[in-house]
């Protein structure tokens, strides 16, 4: 997949900017505010229908007008993909493939693999379960739309049944039978998810470890476990143990949807034992074997989007990253910077063509 051209109208703080872009690697650079990230951010728009940074769609209209438009012309297998997504204050967002709108956006999804790795994906260290599990589920959820409907499916009939559970209590009232409805339809669909995610775990695992060693030179150990209660007990039963809690709690406390997956350095909590440093290589590792999967079910290399990723980073390995998306197995590459000079020195060896956008 190969991005030629990207053109931003009143997205974020970008009036009107059209790109047209280099096939390898491509940098922005400039001070913080003039627009680097909100690039980055448009080419996520376009591959996953929303932004990375803010979620609240009505937001990334600027300031002051009523519409936002990205468009981007991409080449794959050679033949071109116009994708364009817009949102118009009062109106629902619209994604355009080749000028036709999706019913769904679920169909649009994998379409355009893409991997982003930026200072906010520290979240997935310092923030609750539910960013890890999203940060899974989005990597599967590019590969297997199957997944991704169950997934849907089961946070619909959740919200549905923690809304019983409150009314039960609201009303002073119980009805088990249609409890129990709601109970097969998530244990239903659980089972599968469960599965997927597992599967997905032991295939990742092995290939972040590997990511990790070459950026760190091997000198830490790190790992990553994923906890469910699915793994020692059947949803079925766990939903019938925790009805007393439920009910006093009125809203849903075991499934799937307390799923974690635990980022550890030598058997202990990056988020408490890791350095700074350690805790971006950790991240940066993250993300890189998030691309070799995906790059492993698409067969092509995913776009991606290097986020001011060399913050809080000293310049070895700085290079060693550059070092490793020089490679042939790399395809496109988008990389922010508010040090001109740095991404010049880390460049300096690339055998990749590249060009710098100066904001």
């Known amino acids: 997949m190969l991005l030629k051209q990207l053109t931003l109208t009143q997205y974020k703080n970008i009036s009107s900017k059209t790109f047209v872009l280099n096939p ?3 940098c922005f650079v400039g001070d913080n505010g003039v627009g680097k990230s909100t690039i980055l951010d448009a080419i996520y728009h376009l591959a996953l229908g929303k932004s990375y940074f803010n979620p609240v769609a009505l937001q990334n209209i600027q300031i002051g007008e009523d519409f936002f438009v990205i468009e981007g012309r991409f080449e794959k297998e050679n033949r071109e993909e116009k994708i364009i997504c817009s949102l118009k204050k009062g109106q629902k967002k619209i994604v355009k493939r080749n000028g036709k709108t999706y019913e769904k956006l ?9 991997v982003i790795i930026s200072p906010s994906d520290r979240d997935l260290i310092s923030e609750g379960s539910s960013t890890r599990r999203k940060f899974i589920d989005g990597v599967i959820g590019q590969t297997d739309t199957a997944f991704l409907q169950h997934l849907l499916e089961y946070n619909k009939i959740l919200s549905q049944r923690n809304a019983l559970l409150k009314y039960f209590a609201l009303n002073q009232t119980f009805d088990k039978a249609t409890l129990d409805v709601y109970n097969d339809q998530l244990v239903e669909r659980s089972g599968p998810i469960f599965e997927k995610r597992k599967t997905f775990m032991e295939a990742f695992i092995p290939i972040f470890k590997s990511r990790y060693e070459e950026i760190s030179s091997r000198e830490e150990f790190v790992n990553i476990e994923y906890e469910s209660q699915l793994q020692a007990n059947s949803h079925s039963s766990l939903l019938q143990t925790s009805l007393g809690k439920d009910r006093a709690i009125q809203h849903t406390s075991v499934g799937i949807h307390k799923d974690d997956v635990l980022f550890l350095k030598e058997g202990q909590p990056i988020k408490r ?6 805790q971006k290589t950790f991240l940066v590792a993250l993300k890189l074997a998030q691309f070799d999967f995906l790059k492993s079910q698409t067969g092509g290399a995913p776009i991606l989007l290097l986020d001011d990723a060399f913050d809080k980073l000293d310049q070895k390995r700085v290079s060693q990253i550059i070092s490793l998306v020089d490679r042939n197995d790399f395809g496109q590459i988008f ?6 000079d740095r991404t010049l020195d880390a460049l300096a060896d690339t055998e990749a063509g590249y060009e710098i956008f100066k904001l």
């Open 106 to 114: 679920a169909d649009h999804i994998g379409l355009i693999p893409t």
């Open 335 to 340: 990389i922010t910077d508010t040090h001109e």
């Open 24 to 26: 390898k690697i491509n």
């Open 273 to 278: 034992f890791g350095s700074q440093g350690q």
